[in-house]
């Protein structure tokens, strides 16, 4: 299994950022796919989480109305729109897949917000 995050950088706030995750090496369209972040010098958190079947999708509540998950199960890859960024978005964002009761994660991306 991997999981390789991009999209991420340097946004002033109030900007956007979309962020990607590419997988390889499961059955990505039967596995929920998540984003995590981890804000300097915190815990890391769950972000949002995407279903497999029907693609419904969860929110931490300090994102939902800004933030968008999405996945591509033709490309294997899960998307994370972020809109109206706030400072406290600064995080390295990760994704996250559980196949077969075992964690994956990836290198994670970093989001910086700031002006």
């Known amino acids: 299994v991997q999981l390789v995050e991009s999209g991420g950088g340097l946004v002033q706030p109030g900007g956007s950022l979309r962020l990607s995750c590419a997988a390889s090496g499961f059955a990505f369209s039967r596995y929920d796919m998540n984003w995590y972040r981890q804000p300097p010098g915190k815990e890391r958190e769950l972000v949002a989480t995407?279903?497999?079947?029907?693609?419904?999708?969860v929110y931490a509540g300090s994102v939902k109305g800004r933030f968008t998950i999405s996945r591509d199960n033709f490309k294997s890859t899960v998307y994370l729109q972020m809109n109206s960024l706030k400072p406290e978005d600064t995080a390295v964002y990760y994704c996250k897949a559980r196949v077969v009761s075992v964690d994956y994660w990836g290198k994670g991306t970093l989001v910086t917000v700031s002006s």
């Open positions: 995407i279903r497999s079947a029907g693609g419904s999708t």
